[in-house]
């Protein structure tokens, strides 16, 4: 079955530092990737998809999420992290073959001290 | 235009018990996917449906089980409760015009169900 892994549980940065979170699955196929959000007492929210084209993905607020084939790889990043990107990051994946449903990983809770 | 809502926003429930959560999707979504997100996980695929009919499943047991509505709402049933059912149901809706194609899901801010 497929699987999605995100490397770290909790990352803890000051504001202005650089934030990169991994994200890997498991899926020779074709997939389309997803990084979503969830603030604190919000609803999951999108903040960038790649599904083919150009593998450097630019979403809101600034981040952005490089798609590596060779290393199932769906990294996302933010060069200068700001105290309201608190929140628990989520990468996800689509099997294209599968349907509609996403596959996520287990989450990256992110904590940017002022 | 209104969101994915979700109702109730909390519910406490002991073992053994039938629990239905109710979704209403985003206007002009005809496609409802369930989520279980336990807590410090990330969320699972329950089911989905599209077209009142169940449109793929994950890997939970029979006791959960699913309706679609023809205005599109959802509901999520959950027989005999236990005590791993504990967590965040989250309903997703999107404007999926053919099966095997994706479409952004957009999510409500969930059901939050506690298992004594």
């Known amino acids: 079955a497929q699987s999605v892994s995100q490397h770290n549980h909790h990352v803890i940065l000051s504001e202005a530092a650089s934030l990169e979170l991994g994200c890997n699955y498991s899926y020779g196929g074709t997939v389309n990737l997803f990084w979503y959000v969830q603030y604190p007492g919000q609803h999951l929210q999108l903040l960038l998809k790649y599904f083919s084209g150009d593998p450097l993905v630019k979403g809101i607020k600034g981040f952005e999420a490089e798609f590596i084939k060779s290393k199932f790889s769906f990294n996302l990043r933010k060069p200068s992290v700001q105290w309201s990107d608190t929140a628990e990051y989520f990468c996800a994946v689509n099997i294209k073959a599968a349907g509609n449903k996403l596959t996520f990983g287990g989450g990256t809770r992110v904590l940017v001290k002022p | 235009e209104t969101g994915v809502t979700q109702s109730p926003t909390h519910l406490i429930k002991t073992r053994g018990q039938q629990v239905t959560l109710r979704c209403s999707s985003q206007?002009?979504?005809?496609?409802v996917s369930w989520y279980q997100q336990a807590l410090g996980q990330g969320p699972q695929f329950i089911f989905q449906?599209?077209?009142?009919?169940?449109?793929g499943r994950g890997n939970f047991p029979p006791r959960f089980s699913g309706l679609q509505f023809p205005n599109y709402s959802s509901e999520l049933n959950v027989n005999a409760l236990e005590l791993d059912d504990s967590a965040l149901y989250l309903c997703a809706s999107s404007p999926q015009k053919g099966q095997g194609s994706y479409n952004e899901q957009f999510f409500g801010p969930g059901t939050r169900l506690t298992v004594l």
């Open positions: 206007s002009g979504h005809n496609t």
């Open positions: 449906y599209y077209r009142e009919e169940e449109n």
